[in-house]
C-alpha cells in the first residue's frame, strides 16, 4: 500500500522558475525522503528529514515537514533542463515498520 | 565504492515462463529490498530483507514470486509463471543496517526491465 501521496501529478516550468512538489502521508514517521528518478533509470537518495525536523536544505534543495498535517514538500530553487525527472517521497510505513514505501510521485518537466 | 549492481538489464519472456533476477547490494548494507515499478507509478516494494532474514513481504505474490538472500549478501527474485501483469522494472536497493522502525538512505540498482508477451 502506498504511504505517500505526491502532489501535483505532473509539473511543467521554465528554466530559472522555482518548482515545488508535496507529499501527503497517513502514518506517523520516523523520517521522510526524496528520491529523484531519470527516465529509464534508478532511483537517486536527495535529501533525508527526521520527524523533529522543519526544515533542511541542501544545495537548491530546499524540504519542510509538518508532522501535524502529515505533509512534506520539496522546493526546487532556480531550476534547470537537467531537473527534468520524477520525484518521490518515501517513508517508513508506520507503527514501528521499517518497511521504505514510496508515493506515486510528481514528474516534473522543465523547459530550456 | 561499487553501487548495487543488477541483472540482467532487460528481459522479455512469454506469459507462464520462469525468470530470475540477480542483486548484488553495496558491500556492508544488511538491508536489501525488491521493488517493483509499473511504468508511470511509483515503486511498489515486493520484499525486504535483513541479512539474510525477512523484515517483510506482505506484498509479494507468493504463489508466483519468490525471492531469497543467499549468506546476507546476493538475492535473487524469481516469478513462476510470469503473467502479462508482470511486467515492469524490478529495482533492488540496499541500506546500512535499519532498527527500531528507523529507516536510513537506499542505494538502487539500475533495474531489470520485465516484458511479458
Known amino acids: 500500500s502506498q504511504q505517500g501521496e505526491e502532489d501535483p501529478q505532473a509539473l511543467s516550468i521554465q528554466e530559472g522558475e522555482n518548482a515545488t512538489m508535496n507529499c501527503s502521508y497517513k502514518t506517523s514517521i520516523n523520517n521522510l525522503q526524496w528520491y529523484r528518478q531519470n527516465s529509464g533509470r534508478g532511483l537517486v537518495h536527495l535529501i533525508l528529514?527526521?520527524?523533529?525536523?522543519r526544515e533542511k536544505h541542501s544545495g537548491r534543495l530546499r524540504v519542510t515537514l509538518d508532522t501535524s498535517k502529515k505533509s512534506s514538500s520539496l522546493l526546487i530553487t532556480a531550476s534547470r533542463a537537467a531537473d527534468t525527472a520524477s520525484y518521490f517521497c518515501?517513508?517508513?510505513?508506520?507503527?514501528?515498520?521499517?518497511?521504505?514505501?514510496f508515493g506515486k510521485g510528481t514528474k516534473l518537466t522543465v523547459n530550456p | 565504492e561499487a553501487g548495487v549492481a543488477q541483472s540482467p538489464r532487460y528481459k522479455i519472456i512469454e506469459k507462464r515462463q520462469s525468470v530470475a533476477f540477480w542483486c548484488n547490494p553495496i558491500s556492508g548494507h544488511a538491508t536489501l529490498y525488491w521493488y517493483q515499478q509499473i511504468l508511470g507509478q511509483g515503486p511498489k516494494l515486493l520484499i525486504q530483507?535483513?541479512?539474510?532474514?525477512?523484515?517483510?513481504d506482505s506484498q509479494l505474490p507468493k504463489d508466483r514470486f519468490s525471492a531469497e538472500r543467499l549468506k546476507g549478501v546476493d538475492s535473487t527474485l524469481k516469478i513462476q509463471p510470469a503473467k502479462l501483469e508482470d511486467s515492469a522494472v524490478y529495482l533492488c536497493?540496499?541500506?546500512?543496517?535499519?532498527?527500531?522502525?528507523?529507516?536510513?538512505?537506499?542505494?538502487f540498482g539500475q533495474g531489470t526491465r520485465l516484458t511479458v508477451v
Open positions: 536497493a540496499s541500506s546500512v543496517e535499519v532498527g527500531a522502525g528507523v529507516n536510513t538512505e537506499a542505494f
Open positions: 530483507f535483513q541479512n539474510n532474514g525477512v523484515v517483510d
Open positions: 518515501a517513508t517508513d510505513a508506520g507503527g514501528g515498520s521499517e518497511k521504505l514505501v
Open positions: 528529514i527526521r520527524s523533529n525536523e
